[in-house]
Each structure stands twice: as C-alpha cells, then as structure tokens.
C-alpha cells in the first residue's frame, strides 16, 4: 500500500517568504507528526496530531510555525517569515492507534532552503 | 543531560562480524523503544520496535531492553556492507500513538 508522502520534495525560497509543506498520510492511520532533521543532527519533533484531539505543539521552535490536519488525514507546516536557521529536512510520520502500538513510519521528507 | 543518548560513531566492524548499538534513556516511565537506520540523505526506517524488557529477535536483528537501567540496545549479526548507516534509537512514553524523542543517532560502518 502507499506510504507517507510528503511534497514539494525540495523547496527553496528567500529569507522572509512563508512556506506550505504538505504530508498526507498512510490511510487509516490517525497519528501525524512532523519532525525537523538539520545537516548531521537527529530528528527535532515539532507537532503531534491524533484524531480530534488538541495538538501537541510543543517542539514548535517559534510561532512562525504553525501546522493544521483538516479532515483527520492531509497535514499542512507552514512557516511564516523564514529565516536561514530554519534550513533543513521537514519529515513527516504517521501511526495507527492501536492500543500497544507507537509504531512510526516517515515519508520522504521535504528539503527545504532558505537564501 | 539529553533525553536519549547515543555514541556518533562512526562505529567500524568487520563484514560477517556483530555490530553492536547502544543506547540510553532519561525517562523512566518510558514504553516504547524503537531503533531507525537512516541511509544518507533518505527518511529514517523502522527496523525494530520493542515494548518489555527482554530480547526480541528479527532475521539478523537483535533489540534489547532494560528498563531498570533505562538501557535500549541493537545487535545487528553477519554484519553487511548494506547495514552501512545511521541508526537512530528513539523513545515513547507511551506504547500507544504518541511523540517520540530521537537520539542523535550511531554511524555505523561495515568494512569489507
């Protein structure tokens, strides 16, 4: 079956413009993260969504980033204002919500630059 | 102290020989523990997940887990050039869907 996908693939843009990047999710899964991975660094976790529940925002470095999941499936990061320091490899994971299961699986990622 | 720990590497091991990863944790009330390879400049990859303290075996792959010492560790067996890689070990509080924290994970090569 499809995997995560996750699109653009690479995206470069100025200092100062917003940003959308998109993750659509394995089907049935309800769990969506997005982490941030910079050159050589371990994977940054951002936000967290499940189901209708509140999302757990806690890794958002700024509030220039902010991301909303419409209809429980496709997610949206965007980035307002960038800035260079926010070059880097945005992923996105999902999971299913079976009880005893944290199982992640990650889509392709975007890589994105900032000039 | 970061919440996940592991060595960078890179860790070098002969082909055919055990590669072994390790891996420590600051949460006690941890209960899920997964172990990543990310090949470079591609997504991470599960390979292993493990929930209670133990063993837990696939194909070359061995996961370990002790709780009492917050200590998550990966055996990889007859080590490949193919097993060449960042491995990531990451930790949940919860065995349910729920954030994961990621170590900086161990390049591992494997010499021919």
């Known amino acids: 079956g499809a995997g995560v996908s996750q699109s653009p693939s690479n995206k470069v843009t100025e200092k100062g413009k917003d940003v959308e990047l998109r993750c659509d999710p394995i089907?049935?899964?309800?769990?969506l993260y997005w982490y941030r991975q910079s050159l050589g660094q371990g994977l940054e976790f951002l936000i967290y969504f499940q189901g209708n529940s509140a999302p757990d925002k806690s890794g958002l470095p700024s509030d220039r980033f902010s991301a909303e999941r419409t209809g429980g499936s496709v997610s949206t990061l965007t980035i307002q204002r960038t800035q260079q320091e926010d070059s880097a490899v945005y992923l996105c994971?999902?999971?299913?919500?079976?009880?005893?299961?944290?199982?992640?699986?990650f889509g392709p990622g975007t890589r994105l630059t900032v000039l | 102290q970061k919440e996940v720990e592991q060595n960078s590497g890179p860790l070098s091991v002969p082909e055919g020989a055990i590669a072994s990863l390790n891996c420590t944790y600051s949460d006690r009330v941890s209960q899920s523990f997964f172990w990543y390879r990310q090949y470079s400049g591609k997504s991470p990859e599960l390979i292993m997940s493990?929930?209670?303290?133990g063993d837990k075996e696939d194909g070359r792959f061995t996961a370990q887990l002790n709780k009492a010492s917050q200590y998550v560790s990966l055996l990889i067996r007859d080590s490949q050039p193919s097993d060449s890689a960042t491995y990531l070990c990451a930790v949940g509080q919860y065995s349910s869907a729920s954030k994961i924290i990621f170590g900086s994970g161990t390049r591992l090569s494997i010499r021919p």
């Open positions: 493990i929930y209670s303290n």
């Open positions: 089907s049935g899964h309800t769990a």
């Open positions: 994971a999902s999971s299913s919500i079976a009880v005893t299961i944290n199982e992640q699986f």
